[in-house]
Nanobody, 122 residues
Framework: QVQMMESGGGLVQAGGSLRLSCIVS????????MAWFRQAPGKEREEVSC??????GTFYLGKDRFPISRDNAENTLYLQINSLKPGDTAMYYC?????????????????WGQGTQVTVSS
């Protein structure tokens, strides 16, 4: 059984940073593409960053602000969020793809965590 548990969210001031973690069990984080998505109230879910099986990253919202990484030994996926803005307020989810390569289609991601809330105050 695959389980994905996000943590690291919280209330932060604009300009600050956060590191989100996603502890995975039941599959290896380096066996397929893994990604972070976010969804703000009233908005559609959007993909933030993705890391492919090879370790290469795809950064949909910017590499400097949303670098993604993984620790294979800890089987954990990370998302660093830098220079936080109020517009970054959202629920952040980690997800595992059915493919080894990154994709912009959320339907390609078959396992999802429950999410961690990030709230940025101005």
């Amino acid at each position: 059984q695959v389980q994905m548990m996000e943590s690291g969210g919280g209330l932060v001031q604009a300009g600050g940073s956060l590191r989100l973690s996603c502890i995975v069990s039941g599959l290896a984080v380096d066996a397929q593409a893994m990604a972070w998505f976010r969804q703000a109230p009233g908005k559609e879910r959007e993909e933030v960053s993705c890391i492919g099986r090879s370790g290469g990253g795809t950064f949909y919202l910017g590499k400097d602000r949303f670098p993604i990484s993984r620790d294979n030994a800890e089987n954990t996926l990370y998302l660093q969020i830098n220079s936080l803005k109020p517009g970054d307020t959202a629920m952040y989810y980690c997800a595992a793809s059915r493919f080894s390569f990154c994709s912009f289609h959320s339907s390609d991601f078959i396992y999802w965590g429950q999410g961690t809330q990030v709230t940025v105050s101005s």
